[in-house]
């Protein structure tokens, strides 16, 4: 299905649309569901995993803030900075855009995660954390 934006008898913008109807809608809502198993996978044994690795006095304060910050602003903020970066990825040459140009945020969160880790993890068990 074409649609097209008119303005006084000039075509603005036009573009197709996909609907999807029968077995490719259905196919569509398998591989949400999918997704969102793969996520109750992860989330689970997260949650399970932070509160047997720090102690009670910290682990509703110290753990609970950055746990929900990091999944509000880095995981709710990711679909809509990919899809910002997609469309910034668009130019008079390349109107079509670079299609892995959304991939840039979860990448650098991913490699700022990993040097923080590096850097200030270590592999020593404290006595405090075992109490």
Not at 7 to 28: N, Q
Not at 48 to 73: C, D, K, Q, W
Request: glycine share 6%; aromatic share 14%.
């Amino acid at each position: 299905m074409e649609v097209k934006l008119i303005e006084r008898d000039k075509v603005i913008e036009s573009r197709d649309e996909i609907t999807l109807s029968g077995v490719p809608y259905w196919f569509m809502i398998f591989l949400i569901f999918i997704q969102v198993v793969f996520v109750t996978m992860v989330y689970g044994p997260i949650a399970a995993f932070l509160v047997e690795l720090f102690p009670t006095r910290i682990r509703y304060t110290s753990m609970s803030l950055p746990y929900h910050i990091g999944n509000g602003v880095f995981g709710g903020l990711t679909p809509f900075l990919s899809s910002s970066l997609y469309e910034l990825s668009k130019t008079e040459t390349n109107p079509i855009g670079d299609p892995f140009a959304g991939l840039w945020y979860p990448i650098a969160v991913a490699a700022i995660t990993f040097i923080i880790g590096m850097i200030f993890l270590n592999n020593k068990i404290k006595s405090d954390v075992l109490t």
